[in-house]
């Protein structure tokens, strides 16, 4: 037994997955703290005794049997995610929920999970060429079908992490620095058009000159840069002829200070919560943003507020020390690992959890736009915390299997 937690068991994995969940119990408790919400506390005790089971178990289901299954795993989810939209109910302004008895869950938060496996399935196959065209359709056909029923419901938050999983996962396979260029710019573009004209012409110059310098196939590159251009240009000219409500929604969606009072409100309140912090925070159950529920519903999205006030500049540098830790251990069993369904599996997770974290605390900070990601190990929610603990066991699983071929 004690070679087994020398030699197999991830201390790393293990030990900083739970201290985020601590974290995320003390600051759920302090945000529901003497309010109606003080029962989210107790439910997020229970779904984190089950994702710790759920992270347990995964760490001991063979490495080939997922590999065989993940295919399976990845149309059954599907089958899932489709059904939510005929029966699911609707929370947020998204179909995106199953309810019963009182209990929810949101099947988009296992399917990641599926997703990763099946492209990591597919990742390692020997057949598999990223300079193919065939091999590049099909990795993105298995990104495509999750993300468009995801986006049926709709919800534009989750369909970003996909994209932002899989990306690293393709470049990690092989794929080229222009293939991932070719992916990302088009958005880029879109969103500085959108800010306006000059930063449209700098993003689109910039774009031009990161193209140039990689020195691929001159026509393909003047296809993907033509191809920018007229994103960028149709993405201007649709919103010009918007209403100018909804115009002003956009505007919002970029920089909350656009309505302060309004769809601002959440940003704004959360930055005053981290400024007012200090170095080592009001102490717990102090936190006055908190306690006097400044922020709505804190306990989800905006949950790094807690730490970040309560404990000041200290808890928010211990919070992202764990996070830090957790990603480079992913990175280094990323390479370690001598099997490549295991390598693409651990950069895959990685990098959902690396999307989540930066989004989510960008939120809170006001450098990205609010869309509805949590925090991972410490946000409320019984899907979504179960679904990271179960991503955790796979990287437990992928360290104690990181010898084999």
């Not at 000159?209 to 191809?227: A, D, P």
């Not at 000219?237 to 209403?243: D, F, H, N, R």
């Not at 069993?333 to 989540?356: D, E, P, V």
């Amino acid at each position: 037994m004690n070679s087994f937690f020398k030699e197999y068991f991830d201390k790393t994995v293990f030990f900083s997955c739970l201290a985020l969940l601590g974290i995320g119990l003390l600051s759920i408790y302090s945000a529901t703290f003497e309010t109606r919400a003080a029962v989210n506390f107790h439910r997020q005790v229970v779904w984190g005794c089950v994702g710790f089971v759920g992270m347990i178990v995964t760490m001991f289901v063979p490495l080939r049997w997922l590999q065989r299954s993940s295919f399976v795993l990845y149309f059954g989810s599907l089958v899932v995610l489709a059904s939510v939209l005929a029966v699911g109910q609707r929370e947020y302004g998204s179909q995106s929920w199953f309810g019963v008895a009182g209990l929810g869950g949101q099947p988009s938060e296992f399917v990641k999970i599926t997703t990763v496996l099946a492209l990591s399935a597919y990742l390692s196959k020997s057949s598999v060429n990223l300079s193919n065209v065939k091999s590049i359709a099909t990795a993105f056909g298995i990104l495509f079908l999750p993300v468009s029923l995801i986006m049926m419901q709709p919800d534009l938050g989750t369909s970003l992490t996909f994209v932002g999983m899989v990306l690293p996962m393709l470049y990690w396979a092989g794929a080229s620095n222009f293939l991932i260029i070719a992916v990302i710019a088009p958005g880029v573009i879109a969103l500085s058009a959108i800010i306006g004209t000059t930063t449209f012409v700098v993003a689109l110059a910039a774009t031009g000159i990161v193209l140039y310098l990689l020195r691929e196939n001159k026509f393909l590159t003047s296809i993907v840069f033509g191809l920018n251009v007229v994103a960028g240009i149709f993405v201007q000219v649709v919103y010009e002829k918007l209403p100018h409500y909804q115009q002003n929604r956009i505007a919002t969606f970029l920089d909350p200070n656009n309505d302060p009072l309004g769809a601002g409100y959440n940003v704004i309140q959360a930055k005053v919560a981290i400024g007012s912090g200090g170095l080592f925070g009001k102490g717990y159950l102090h936190g006055t943003q908190t306690q006097l529920n400044f922020i709505p519903k804190q306990w989800t999205d905006f949950i790094f507020c807690v730490p970040g006030e309560e404990f000041g500049f200290i808890g928010a540098i211990v919070v992202l020390g764990l996070f830090a830790l957790l990603l480079m251990h992913g990175i280094q069993l990323g390479y370690a690992i001598k099997n490549k369904f295991g390598s693409a599996i651990a950069i895959g997770i990685t990098a959902l959890f690396a999307f989540h974290m930066f989004v989510n605390i960008g939120m809170s900070l006001g450098l990205t736009p609010v869309i509805g990601i949590p925090l991972p190990f410490l946000s409320y929610g019984g899907s979504s915390l179960l679904s990271y603990m179960i991503m955790a066991g796979l990287l437990m699983n992928v360290y104690m299997n990181r010898k084999e071929y």
